[in-house]
């Protein structure tokens, strides 16, 4: 029996209009669940990753939705609900550097905004789908944190690195809260990946020493996270609750 098998599950990923967020919403509907794809601004991208799940025979919605407020996550799951059916995966991917900054000049609305995307929004999804698989006695639950969530971050990443830290804390917490109930809770922690992340966010002079720290010699890929995370919500993964997968190329061995 193929245990990473997903035919009849329904998946919410957020963020899922580039980078990580695209790759395990190919990966999911590969394993064959219907995924909702969430993104906020990006419209194309979030149809550029419906178009490439649909042209592989899998399903898939796109839903507009800012998670990083209560009233967007519960919107995301309501409508995720009434389009796919019940909720049975959550990849809560969702997050940005959003910019570089020291923390002498760290503004107070910078913070919040940092901290609302990367942060709040794992709970506030979590929170809205939560119930249904609490009373269902089942459910997957998939946070993406980061390694920078382990050393503090590259330059001017400390709140985002802290945002991190705290996703892959709560991430235990809900692990136990919710383990009574059947519901598995657990995350990835990438480290340096090629995604449009880094093309933004870090020069090729820092990527290259990025890469010097990295035994395997090079940057993971999206699809490679991608793949982690898909294991993760499915059936092959039925006894690891409350775990963070590191995905880093062994620049971190925890």
């Given at each position: 029996?193929?245990?990473?098998?997903?035919?009849?599950r329904?998946?919410?990923?957020?963020?899922?209009?580039?980078?990580?967020?695209?790759?395990?919403?190919?990966?999911l509907?590969?394993?064959?669940?219907?995924?909702?794809?969430?993104?906020?601004?990006n419209?194309?991208?979030a149809?550029?990753?419906r178009?490439?799940?649909?042209?592989?025979?899998?399903?898939?919605?796109?839903?507009?939705?800012?998670?990083?407020?209560?009233?967007?996550?519960?919107?995301?799951?309501?409508?995720?609900r009434?389009?796919?059916?019940?909720?049975?995966?959550?990849?809560?991917?969702?997050?940005?550097?959003?910019?570089?900054?020291?923390?002498?000049?760290?503004?107070?609305?910078l913070?919040?905004?940092v901290?609302?995307?990367?942060?709040?929004?794992?709970?506030?999804?979590?929170?809205a789908?939560?119930?249904?698989?609490?009373?269902?006695?089942?459910?997957?639950?998939?946070?993406?944190?980061?390694?920078?969530?382990?050393?503090?971050?590259?330059?001017g990443?400390?709140?985002?690195?802290?945002?991190k830290?705290?996703?892959?804390?709560?991430?235990?917490g809900?692990?136990?809260?919710?383990a009574?109930?059947g519901v598995?809770?657990?995350?990835?922690?990438?480290?340096?990946?090629?995604?449009?992340?880094?093309?933004?966010?870090?020069?090729?002079?820092?990527?290259?020493?990025?890469?010097?720290?990295?035994?395997l010699?090079?940057?993971?890929?999206?699809e490679?996270?991608?793949?982690?995370?898909?294991?993760?919500?499915?059936d092959?993964?039925s006894?690891?609750?409350?775990?963070m997968?590191?995905?880093?190329?062994?620049?971190?061995?925890?």
């Amino acid at each position: 029996m193929n245990k990473q098998n997903l035919h009849g599950r329904v998946a919410i990923v957020t963020g899922a209009s580039t980078g990580i967020g695209r790759w395990a919403a190919i990966a999911l509907a590969e394993c064959g669940a219907a995924v909702a794809i969430n993104y906020n601004k990006n419209q194309g991208g979030a149809e550029e990753t419906r178009h490439i799940i649909e042209s592989q025979g899998g399903r898939a919605i796109i839903v507009q939705a800012d998670v990083s407020t209560k009233q967007g996550a519960q919107s995301l799951v309501e409508t995720a609900r009434a389009q796919l059916g019940p909720i049975d995966i959550l990849v809560n991917n969702a997050g940005d550097l959003i910019q570089r900054c020291s923390l002498l000049e760290f503004s107070e609305e910078l913070w919040d905004r940092v901290m609302d995307l990367n942060f709040k929004s794992v709970l506030f999804c979590s929170q809205a789908v939560m119930p249904e698989m609490m009373d269902r006695g089942h459910g997957v639950i998939v946070n993406v944190g980061s390694i920078a969530g382990h050393h503090g971050g590259g330059p001017g990443a400390a709140v985002y690195a802290s945002a991190k830290a705290g996703v892959m804390c709560l991430t235990k917490g809900l692990a136990k809260e919710l383990a009574p109930y059947g519901v598995r809770v657990n995350g990835v922690a990438p480290g340096v990946i090629d995604t449009p992340f880094h093309e933004r966010m870090s020069t090729p002079e820092l990527l290259r020493q990025f890469v010097t720290t990295i035994p395997l010699g090079r940057v993971g890929t999206s699809e490679e996270c991608g793949r982690v995370i898909a294991f993760l919500a499915s059936d092959a993964a039925s006894y690891i609750q409350g775990e963070m997968i590191e995905i880093n190329g062994g620049q971190l061995m925890v």
